[in-house]
């Protein structure tokens, strides 16, 4: 293992603990993957992150059939890992996590719409809410495929949420702003619901974070 693929392992185990602490993540339930260069690194399947050593995380090419390395099984969801990373070479980072508020609006197949200009720090004038399907299963990955199409994160219905950077550090930034933005709109609801942005105004807001270091997309 190289020094540069022992730094970013650390930062994967650093990074979800940063999660659970953040209250964005509880217990073993999220998992990190993340590019190194032509394979995916992932967090391995029903270990505590404090038990965590660069070493027991689980890799694969990202190309060809699954040949794992790693002392550990990899996360359950390391299919959507790989498949993003494949069909986004843009994106070095991927977060998966049930946190509170993100996991309640996904349990009402509900995406999170124009309700707040950082809406767009995910890429466009929503975050849409994937359909359902079995855990860790091709079929929920090309389900997710498609509700981040344009997109830096997503909702799974009944289950989570998903979040892409061209980081990791950007990846868990996101993960934040993702859980804000979904306490917010979850609250709004309780009052009537919010009154939405326009195309247009998402659109600026767009061009404004182009030119701030929050653009969405690479």
Same mark, same amino acid.
Do not use: K
């Given at each position: 293992m190289t020094p540069d693929e022992e730094a970013?392992?650390?930062?994967?185990?650093?990074?979800? #603990? !940063?999660?659970?602490?953040? *209250? $964005?993540?509880q217990g073993?339930?999220?998992?990190?993957g993340a590019r190194y260069e032509d394979r995916v690194i992932?967090?391995?399947?029903?270990?505590?992150?404090?038990?965590?050593?660069?070493?027991?995380?689980?890799?694969?090419p990202l190309e060809g059939k699954p040949r794992w390395s790693g002392p550990l099984p990899p996360s359950t969801e390391?299919?959507?890992?790989?498949?993003?990373l494949r069909a986004r070479p843009e994106i070095?980072?991927?977060?998966?996590?049930?946190?509170?508020?993100?996991?309640? #609006? !996904?349990?009402?197949?509900? *995406? $999170?719409?124009a309700a707040h200009y950082m809406v767009a720090a995910f890429g466009g004038s929503d975050v849409r809410c994937a359909g359902y399907a079995t855990y860790g299963t091709a079929e929920l990955s090309a389900l997710a495929l498609k509700a981040l199409e344009g997109r830096t994160a997503c909702l799974l219905a009944n289950h989570g949420m998903i979040v892409l950077g061209e980081t990791l550090e950007k990846a868990l930034w996101r993960a934040g702003e993702l859980e804000t933005l979904a306490r917010q709109y979850t609250l709004s609801l309780a009052i009537g619901g919010p009154v939405l942005l326009t195309d247009e105004e998402i659109d600026d807001t767009l061009r404004g974070f182009a030119n701030y270091g929050l653009k969405a997309t690479s």
């Open positions: 970013l392992r650390q930062a994967i185990i650093d990074g979800c #603990l !940063a999660l659970n602490a953040a *209250g $964005i993540n073993t339930s999220g998992n990190i992932v967090t391995p399947s029903a270990t505590p992150y404090a038990a965590m050593t660069p070493a027991l995380l689980a890799s694969t390391w299919r959507f890992h790989r498949d993003i070095d980072a991927i977060i998966h996590a049930h946190p509170p508020h993100c996991t309640a #609006l !996904a349990m009402s197949r509900r *995406g $999170i719409p």
